[in-house]
């Protein structure tokens, strides 16, 4: 059983800085690409950021500049570092891991169950 745990997220003044961490943990054999999604209420989910195994970031252009995607292979744990908040940020974040469990020789995604992240005064 593979399971994806965010932490980090919560209220913070436009103009703020939060960072969001995720561990992946289980069975994991080995971990391809890691990231972030959002969804605000009323709108698709969307992609923020995501790292490869190697390092590759990709980034919204929305938030590029302002966001950091980072990674620990180690700790199987990816990072959102995200400054200069605004108030359209505001959305649940999830993370996304595709990866290959120990009892499989696919690639599969996982999800995590999403934190949210309000910017407001």
């Known amino acids: 059983q593979v399971q994806l745990l965010e932490s980090g997220g919560g209220l913070v003044q436009p103009g703020g800085s939060l960072r969001l961490s995720c561990a992946a943990s289980?069975?994991?054999?080995?971990?391809?690409?890691m990231g972030w999604y959002r969804q605000a209420p009323g709108k698709e989910r969307e992609l923020v950021a995501t790292?490869?195994?190697?390092?590759?970031?990709n980034y919204a252009d929305s938030v590029k500049g302002r966001f950091i995607i980072s990674r620990d292979n180690a700790k199987n744990t990816v990072y959102l570092q995200m400054k200069s908040l605004k108030p359209e940020d505001t959305s649940v974040y999830y993370c996304?891991?595709?990866?290959?469990?120990?009892?499989?020789?696919?690639?599969?995604?996982?999800w995590g169950q999403g934190t949210q992240v309000t910017v407001s005064s």
């Open positions: 289980g069975s994991i054999f080995y971990i391809n690409r």
């Open positions: 790292i490869t195994s190697i390092g590759s970031t």
């Open positions: 996304y891991a595709n990866l290959r469990a120990t009892d499989t020789n696919n690639r599969s995604d996982y």
